[in-house]
């Protein structure tokens, strides 16, 4: 499709991906990383599924939505699976509407079920587009689009040979800059932590994180006299696990125990800076900038994300000595406790893990998309 006369001196992007922190927070920091470097103004849109969180996430960085909707590909008996082919028509609809109406030089996917129909229709309007990959297995989405897009980036490199090696290249997963500057002695004073003691930061997320949030609490009596405990529980987990803590005699905001539904992106900077460990799932994202700040961890995979992505990004990470595995099936009372006060006895332990897991961050991910972006749309 070509350029509109009126915008040959700007670039137009339309973002695209799911609705998870995992894709918004990198597709944001590549959007950021454009903007610095592209020569000519830069003016995004957001094609996205409906929903507050990634909503909200987009329109605070002042780049419009426009919800689409779609379905999403189940390895598993459901009669949504009748209705969700006809839900990705409309939304492939909708998206031709969108695209022509904007008329992009790029579309730049993160994946998810939404990337489908909003880059089948850059295709088919002749709008080149990029797909980026964030887990050690590339997600079904990606992998359908793959042999449409103009190219693609992974954030490991063992996805990079499940794609087209000549339009491949491995560039790592986009930190958000917004974590940058984080400061130890600020964590301790707004949480009202003790310097001299260790921090143990638990990153129970917005999905799946119901049962790692109950092991953290019943674990608490084991470990709460040795360390102190910042909990991010997500929205959803904060008063269950308030309660079950209650229940073991742990009351939140004593005893160095902190509970908070979320951190801002500040405040997790600060906390990742002071933390000792951290016990977290193991999206991509997480593990990034887990990795960024080399962080020894306990990464406690979501046994229902898609594709097995969580557990195959821990056992990368862990394979080089960068993380500790513990599988949700053994999150006994006593087994994560065991795992925590290990690490915080073993100083050299946690030295070498620190070292290992940077090997998982690429500082320069989102100036690398960002240019490939950029190139893309010299070529329009």
Known sequence: MPKHEAHRNELRIVLTGGLTGGHLFPLLAVAKAVANRSSVPVTFLYLGPPGRFGCDAVRNENIPVRPIVTGKLRRYFSFRNVVDPFKAVIGFVQSIWYLYAFMPDVVFAKGGAVSVPVCLAAWALRIP??????????????????????????????????????????????????????????????????????????LGGSLGAKSLNAAVARMLPDVIRETQILHQTGEAGYAETVSIAGEYGIKAGREG?????????????????????????????????????????????????????????????????????????????????????????????????????RAFHNPAAADMLADGIIGLSANA
Do not use: C, W
């Open 257 to 357: 125990y902190v509970v908070t539904p979320f951190l801002s992106a500040s405040e997790l900077a600060d906390a990742l800076v002071r933390a000792d460990i951290v016990i977290s799932r193991a999206g991509a994202s997480t593990v990034s900038e887990l990795a960024a700040f080399g962080k020894p961890s306990i990464l406690v995979p979501l046994p229902t994300a898609a594709n097995d992505e969580q557990r195959m990004n821990a056992y990368q990470v862990a394979g080089i000595g960068g993380a500790v595995v513990l599988e949700e099936s053994n999150l006994g009372e006593h087994i994560l406790s065991a795992k925590v006060d290990a690490l915080l006895r073993d100083g050299n332990l946690r030295e070498a893990m620190s070292e290992a897991i």
């Open 129 to 202: 587009f990029m797909i980026h990959d964030s887990d050690a297995v590339p997600g079904a989405a990606n992998r359908m689009l793959a042999g449409f897009a103009s190219r693609i980036a992974v954030a490991y490199p063992s996805a990079a040979g499940e794609f087209p090696v000549e339009k491949t290249a491995v560039t790592g997963n986009p930190v958000r800059p917004e974590l940058s500057g984080g400061i130890a002695s600020r964590a301790d004073s707004y949480f009202g932590f003790a310097s001299d003691k260790p921090l143990v930061l638990v």
